[in-house]
């Protein structure tokens, strides 16, 4: 995912928590807030040290999420900056469960296009 694609900041992260919303699920949290006109969507990724003990465990889980989005990408909103954070559970999910888990939460905060079909590959 290229760098104008993310959330870099900590003063943009903090933006996104204190004014966005919030939805999740058993292994992943959305933080989403609408910016208008905005070209393309942007996201952060956090996994903490809660999730997985080893920077291997953690980088693998960001590696998913990120794959995940990239092929998600058409059919995500693009006037939103998001956060995605995994909760402790992330970190038994497999790449295909990780992209199943992550559809869930987007439709849940209703970042994914309804017009484009959602799959699952």
């Known amino acids: 995912m290229r760098k104008r694609y993310r959330v870099k900041k900590e003063r943009e992260f903090q933006q996104v928590f204190e004014a966005g919303h919030s939805k999740a699920n058993r292994n992943f949290v959305i933080y989403q807030l609408t910016k208008p006109g905005q070209a393309h969507f942007r996201v ?18 960001k590696r998913y999420i990120r794959q995940s989005l990239q092929e998600l990408e058409p059919q995500l909103r693009q006037d939103v900056d998001f956060l995605v954070i995994a909760r402790k559970n992330a970190k038994n999910l497999d790449m295909k469960e990780t992209k199943t888990n992550l559809i869930h939460v987007l439709k849940l905060s209703q970042l994914l296009n309804p017009k484009q079909g959602n799959q699952v590959d």
């Open 44 to 61: 952060g990724i956090s996994v903490g040290k809660k999730v997985g003990h080893t920077a291997v465990c953690r980088n693998q889980i």
